[in-house]
């Protein structure tokens, strides 16, 4: 993705770019899911839930445009001093007597020295002190970004301003939960793939065989290095799902048992689901960042024709998908395919575009625990370790949740709902406070069905993890472990997880117990 300049003219100037950017931020593995989640909610129902989730997601990732603006305005505040008028960058804001105090107001000056790295994250500035200790009336807000150019401004900021340091710790935490999630998504249908081809080498075993050159991929500093794999990947996505288009149309009319239209037993894991399709939530300050300010007014409508087109092929592909296989659909649809070349060529491709996905999603994530965690983060040991770690850490996650869809529902319904429907709402209405009039019944709207489609679809994602919580669930919902399972899976699960969701004290002793001699077993 290329960050537009803060410079007139400078950043993407074609319209066809523009939307070729937004498509492919938010065209994902997610839609590889939505024939399945069709299956558990019904077609009406799912057509309906997908709708209204594209509509209101559309809405609130504008918001936070708004809130971007917002900020901008305020802290460019033009300030009175005995010299005269001067037009300054804001220092720091804290709350005061119902209004706000300016501890430091700066004027920036030319560039100190020529410092400044390719995306000018780097520009050493001259900065006088122009006014001290002055109070501005005004609306509560805490802090805004000093020294951050206006298009630099992120969601982290966003939550700085509202929050100070926990709204941003807020959404960095849930950009980096949403974003392993995202890679352990990818790996995960990457090793059902493989697996199903190959009956001599499990899960695990492909597990073992990929991890390491994830590691060396994840090592790399500089996103370039991958550039030219991001472009093929791209390409191979769209053609692999053409291609799945295809086969689900051809095999329309195999299906004797009609699909079911509604199924409210699947309303919670169907809005998890969907909510995980809109992935590129979190990247909508950049795309509108990297549009050159001549077309910054067209990126609105733009973006909103683009996410109708996306919405749109999200229900068309899932939609014919089950219709396609019916009660027989797989939780990831590729596995419906039939065997030969041509399916054969399609999962490479949707294999080789997800492998090198992974590291570019991976990327931001090291970036944002190198700079919060590490003492010394030029040290490159040390950010080796952080990133060998992090891989582990989605090898162990897959394990635990060998589920495609599940891990789906389970991402989307904690970390993509609040990145994508709760915060956008209380940023709008904290930094709107006062002067919004009827558009703040949609951030209302967007926080309660925010937390009620968390706390709903979470629970039903545990529920199909945990068989054992699922007591009040009918059978044709829970969702069996797939056969391709491993042994060493089986054994975190039964010696370890399950236990763990039972456990008592009378019975810590035990599990412990049947830990060791399951692992003794298997050593022996």
Not at 146 to 164: Q, R
Not at 170 to 183: P, R
Not at 355 to 378: G, N, Q, R, S, W
Request: net charge negative; aromatic share 12%; hydrophobic share 45%.
């Amino acid at each position: 993705m290329t960050h537009g300049s803060s410079k007139e003219g400078g950043g993407t100037d074609n319209v066809i770019k523009i939307f070729g950017n937004i498509f492919i931020s938010f065209i994902g593995a997610g839609v590889l899911g939505l024939p399945y989640a069709f299956k558990e909610a019904g077609v009406i129902e799912g057509v309906v839930i997908m709708t209204m989730v594209g509509f209101l997601s559309v809405k609130a990732m504008l918001l936070l445009i708004d809130c971007k603006y917002q900020i901008i305005k305020h802290r460019s505040l033009t300030l009175d001093d005995d010299s005269g008028d001067s037009e300054s960058e804001v220092g720091l804001y804290s709350k005061a007597n119902g209004g706000v105090h300016l501890d430091t107001i700066y004027e920036v000056d030319e560039p100190a020295s020529d410092t400044s790295s390719f995306d000018g994250s780097h520009v050493e500035f001259i900065r006088k002190p122009v006014v001290h200790n002055r109070f501005i009336s005004g609306p509560e807000l805490n802090r805004f970004p000093v020294t951050k150019a206006d298009d630099d401004i992120d969601y982290g900021d966003l939550g700085y301003s509202c929050l100070g340091n926990t709204g941003r710790y807020i959404v960095d935490a849930s950009l980096v939960v949403s974003q392993v999630g995202f890679c352990c998504a990818y790996l995960l249908f990457i090793l059902e793939n493989l697996s199903s081809y190959t009956k001599v080498l499990t899960v695990v075993h492909w597990l073992i065989v990929l991890l390491p050159p994830l590691v060396g991929l994840t090592m790399l500093r500089q996103l370039g290095s991958l550039a030219l794999f991001s472009i093929i990947a791209d390409f191979a996505n769209v053609f692999a799902y053409c291609i799945v288009f295809y086969f689900d149309f051809e095999h329309w009319g195999t299906v004797s048992l009609h699909p079911k239209a509604m199924k409210l037993t699947g309303l919670p894991f169907f809005l998890g689901i969907a909510m995980y399709c809109y992935e590129g939530a979190g990247l909508i300050l950049s795309l509108e960042s990297s549009v050159s300010h001549s077309l910054r007014s067209r990126f609105r409508p733009v973006f909103q024709v683009t996410l109708a087109l996306v919405t749109s092929l999200y229900i068309l592909f899932g939609v014919s998908g089950y219709v396609s296989f019916g009660k027989f659909t797989h939780n990831i649809i590729t596995l419906n395919l039939p065997s030969g070349v041509f399916p054969l060529i399609v999962k490479s491709c949707l294999c080789f575009s997800l492998f090198f996905t992974y590291p570019v999603m991976m990327f931001p994530v090291a970036k944002l625990l190198e700079t919060k965690f590490l003492p010394d983060p030029h040290r490159k040991y040390q950010g080796n370790i952080l990133r060998f770690c992090l891989v582990l850490t989605s090898g162990a996650i897959i394990l635990a949740i060998p589920s495609f869809s599940t891990l789906m529902a389970l991402v989307g319904s904690t970390c993509c709902t609040l990145l994508a429907f709760i915060l956008p709402g209380l940023f709008h209405m904290m930094l709107f406070k006062g002067s919004l009039t009827k558009q703040w019944y949609l951030d209302v709207v967007l926080i309660v069905i925010g937390v009620v489609g968390a706390v709903l679809g979470t629970w039903d994602a545990l529920k199909r993890l945990f068989p054992s919580l699922a007591g009040d669930l009918p059978d044709d919902i829970i969702e069996p472990s797939p056969p391709t399972g491993s042994s060493l899976h089986s054994v975190v699960m039964e010696s370890i997880v399950t236990p763990l969701i039972n456990l008592s004290a009378s019975n810590l002793t035990s599990a412990i117990n049947n830990f060791t001699s399951v692992t003794t077993t298997a050593g022996g």
